[in-house]
């Protein structure tokens, strides 16, 4: 495996050299390669300044299903509509529910992109489209069609809302979970009282969504249970009910994140600091919250 400095050479390659990594890439060996995708997904996700892109449309090709899946999921904030007919045809074609699964949570940026009219109708439907017919197939995997929903839930239509609730009704607890996940990412009020029950099951991961959602529709009702999970067993749903009060905002929740800010526990104090910003930046005086925000760097700065 190369040193992680020398993968630096991958960023934004020229046609020429995209072609000559081609040529190499296909005599490496599985493993190398599905270790230098990994590396290269890492290194992206920390470096934003990096771009492995011509890398990992080479690894869309690869016949390896993890490289595969590892490619798409480095592609993660690429915004061409050029994209879509790739990803719409991993979702429809590919052999690997991996590379299927992954394939439909990527087509959810291109939903919101449409939703926000940040890109043409066209590609919008084309990805719209390939997400729906997977969710309404009954025969569908079952992974393949909760990512699609996922997906699906930036769309407020009645449609998509009908698939959630229906996924609701699952008996699969992780298909049940997905539903919540798209509850909070639709914004929508209807599942209010649904999101409220999910707050206090005994899964984990259905608490961490609930809470999640919560904050992402908004629920100034949920406060109160979501300042007892800010104490909950699980540190991620703590964070998670942090989080969904910064989004909340109101000054009781104001004052549960201030008595969090002070908290010995490194990262409880650091989810609370964090949504302590995200309250006063959607909630608070913009001018003010700016003006303290170019200070503190200022004075970090001067410490450094």
Not at 17 to 44: K, S, Y
Not at 158 to 183: G, Q
Not at 253 to 266: D, G, P, Q, V
């Amino acid at each position: 495996m190369p040193a992680q400095a020398s993968l630096y050479h991958l960023s934004n390659l020229e046609p020429g050299d995209a072609a000559r990594v081609r040529e190499t890439w296909i005599c490496l060996p599985t493993a190398l390669r599905q270790q230098m995708i990994a590396r290269l997904t890492q290194v992206a996700e920390a470096d934003f300044e990096v771009n492995f892109g011509a890398v990992f449309y080479l690894g869309l090709e690869d016949e390896d299903a993890q490289v595969r899946t590892t490619s798409i999921e480095g592609l993660w904030e690429d915004e061409d509509v050029g994209l879509i007919p790739t990803l719409v045809d991993c979702l429809r074609e590919d052999e690997s529910v991996a590379v299927r699964a992954a394939a439909a949570t990527s087509l959810g940026r291109f939903i919101l992109l449409g939703e926000l009219e940040k890109i043409r109708p066209d590609p919008h439907a084309l990805a719209y489209d390939a997400l729906l017919a997977v969710c309404q197939d009954v025969e569908e995997h079952v992974e393949i069609q909760r990512r699609a929903l996922e997906s699906l839930a930036y769309t407020n239509n009645e449609t998509v809302a009908a698939l959630i609730d229906r996924a609701y009704a699952a008996p699969e607890e992780k298909v049940h979970i997905s539903a919540i996940f798209a509850m909070g990412r639709s914004a929508d009020a209807r599942w209010a009282g649904r999101v409220r029950q999910e707050l206090f099951q005994s899964n984990p991961a259905l608490r961490y969504e609930a809470a999640r959602a919560c904050g992402e529709i908004a629920l100034g009702e949920a406060v109160p249970e979501l300042e007892e999970l800010a104490d909950d067993v699980d540190p991620q749903v703590q964070e998670a009910a942090l989080w969904a009060l910064g989004q909340i905002g109101g000054d009781k929740a104001r004052k549960i994140l201030e008595r969090y800010c002070t908290a010995s526990n490194e990262a409880t104090r650091t989810a609370a600091e964090a949504a302590m910003e995200e309250l006063e930046f959607l909630h608070g005086d913009l001018t003010e919250f700016i003006t303290r925000l170019v200070g503190d760097r200022r004075d970090d700065a001067e410490f450094d």
